[in-house]
């Protein structure tokens, strides 16, 4: 299978991934956000999900820092209705 060299499939594939961390991790995306412990609650999922995205991309577009953006955009933006100290 080719690498995806094209931002805009890259950038689908990393919004697809972190989806995915958030329909199956509600609970603990949740709760990570209540109590300021997102990314230390959701280290080893996202550190799974980067290395997917890593696999199917090429290292130029890894360096786009695509999927990054994709946690941020999907699975923490989705959750800001959740009440929190953080915001």
């Known amino acids: ?13 990393a919004r697809a991934i ?5 329909l199956y991790h509600e609970k603990e995306i949740i709760e990570g956000i209540e109590n300021d412990t997102l ?3 959701m280290k080893e999922h996202i550190e799974e999900g980067r290395t997917l995205f ?3 991309v090429t290292p130029d577009i ?10 941020v955009d999907v699975l923490v933006k989705s959750k800001g209705h959740v009440k929190s100290k953080i915001w």
């Open 18 to 22: 972190a989806s995915d961390l958030t």
């Open 54 to 56: 890593k696999s199917r």
């Open 1 to 13: 299978m080719a690498l995806i060299d094209k931002p805009d499939r890259a950038r689908q594939l």
């Open 39 to 41: 990314f230390v609650v």
């Open 62 to 71: 890894f360096g786009l820092n695509l999927y990054d953006r994709a946690i």
